[in-house]
């Protein structure tokens, strides 16, 4: 079976239903006192290691397509790995080598506020030609990402993302490791360059900006050697706007060992679909089932329900005679958790909007509009009747408060919810179930019921990471003193 799968071809370009190519497209304490807050500096300083965002051209498209112009970090898409220990402290100076201001946000790590990256919130955007210091301690280990949160429906789509890697003290034991960011890019199929339509109403007002070729750490069709019975944990990384990944294995048998960065706390066989929504991450520990000569792979479903290979893993040799026995848990990271929920703080937020939707109106800047209005002005969605950001939290939260809080999707599209700063486990039936996560995908016409302790001081975005979902009026925020 595993031999069956093959990369479709109409990858890329892909074949979609649509008029134009510009037209829509588918669908602890301690560790707080340690950090160092940021500053803006001069790039010619003394400086820790760089991590540059300009301009580069990188070989995207499969051969035969010419070359695309990126914004990546360090001339790279996606960007370096940054790897540290568990505990360790990560020192990165962002300088800007781009034609418009930037920042960094260093996605799931339980941060200090002035280290989140969230340009006009927890510090301003780092101008062209200027510098920045970041400087925190990694206290989780697990897989995270780094990318652009100034414009980042724009910057993110322009490949400005890189991943992030905290390792256990006791990592697991297997033969090799794969670090696997999957993304997609809109791009122009006889130039292969982006498409810059990055506000197009359509886009916005649907499921988000989804490209037209898809890419495994920035490279099509990507294909990794393997042996049989060879043992590797695979660190997923889904970077793309707004692509909802799902995921099955062919020739692989495979446990989901973390998700979010977050251990599980026991591993979970993955015997259906994995669905990674725009941000997510998942640990996978897989063993190879294909025999030599064969191809296994990790399997994307598309939206036609045909599968096609995100990642190939040729077969040759073995590395051991029989099976191994299932993994052993990963180490829980500490100070992780959620205690009773009996006296939290409840929370609501009504998620409205969108084509197809039924808001009527929202505000925006204090004046309450109608949605063609809010549209012509590019704003798309609302958060509890707010089309924009808000000078005032949603909630205004006592450091070590326990939350929760209700999400209300009266829209036709999923939207994945991310919460800086913390993590947040679902509620259901009263109680917190379930991993630690960053990132919820709520389904059209859901509600979802989260809980979280109010742990980490500071001004904490909360947003769809549908990118241009939040830059249309996706995002509010919480305030932790």
Wanted: glycine share 8%; net charge negative.
């Amino acid at each position: 079976m595993a031999g069956e799968i093959v990369a479709r071809p109409d990858t890329f370009p892909e074949i979609l239903a649509m008029p134009t190519r510009r037209a829509f497209i588918g669908q602890t304490a301690a560790v707080l006192a340690l950090a160092v807050s940021g500053r803006h500096v001069s790039a010619a300083s003394h400086a820790p290691a760089t991590l540059t965002a300009r301009k580069v051209s990188v070989q995207l498209a499969p051969d035969g397509y010419p070359a695309t112009s990126i914004w990546g970090y360090e001339g790279r898409a996606p960007g370096p790995t940054i790897r540290v220990l568990q505990g360790e402290r990560v020192q990165r100076r962002l300088v800007n080598d781009l034609p418009e201001p930037t920042s960094v946000h260093w996605h799931g790590i339980r941060i200090d506020n002035a280290m989140d990256g969230v340009s006009g919130l927890t510090q301003e955007a780092v101008a062209p030609g200027e510098a920045f210091d970041y400087d925190f301690v990694a206290p989780d280990a697990g897989t995270y990402w780094y990318h652009a949160h100034n414009r980042s429906w724009v910057q993110v789509a322009r490949g400005l993302h890189g991943p992030l890697i905290v390792e256990e003290a006791t990592p697991p034991e297997v033969d090799r490791e794969e670090i696997l960011v999957l993304d997609d890019w809109l791009l122009d199929p006889e130039t292969a360059l982006i498409d810059d339509s990055f506000d197009q109403p359509m886009m916005m007002s649907h499921g988000g900006r989804i490209g037209n070729l898809i890419t495994t750490n920035g490279r099509f069709g990507l294909s990794i050697p393997v042996a049989r019975h060879m043992r590797l944990r695979l660190r997923l990384i889904n970077a793309s706007n707004a692509r909802i990944f799902p995921l099955q294995l062919a020739g692989l048998r495979g446990w989901t060992v973390a998700l979010d960065g977050m251990p599980l706390a026991a591993p979970e066989p993955l015997q259906d679909v994995l669905v990674l929504a725009p941000a997510q991450r998942a640990d996978l520990i897989v063993d190879v089932t294909a025999e030599a000569g064969e191809t296994a792979h990790l399997v994307r479903i598309g939206n036609d329900d045909r599968p096609a290979s995100q990642v190939a893993f040729p077969v040759s040799g073995s590395s051991a005679q029989t099976p191994r026995a299932a993994p052993a848990p990963l180490p829980p990271n500490p100070g992780v958790g959620i205690r009773s929920l009996t006296d939290a703080r409840p929370l609501r937020l009504v998620m409205s909007g969108g084509a197809m939707g039924r808001m009527d109106s929202a505000f925006l800047g204090g004046e309450r509009m109608g949605f063609r209005e809010l549209a012509a002005r590019g704003r798309f969605w609302a958060f509890n009747e707010m089309a924009e950001m808000t000078q005032a939290p949603l909630a205004d939260l006592s450091r070590g408060e326990p939350v929760r809080l209700e999400i209300v999707n009266e829209t036709v599209f999923p939207h994945a919810m991310h919460l800086h700063g913390m993590h947040f486990r679902e509620i259901r039936e009263g109680r917190p179930v379930g991993p630690m996560r960053d990132t919820a995908l709520v389904a059209a016409q859901e509600t979802r019921e989260i809980g979280f302790v109010a742990d980490n001081p500071g001004d904490w975005l909360f947003h769809c990471h549908m990118l241009s979902h939040a830059e249309s009026g996706m995002m509010t925020w919480v305030r932790v003193t």
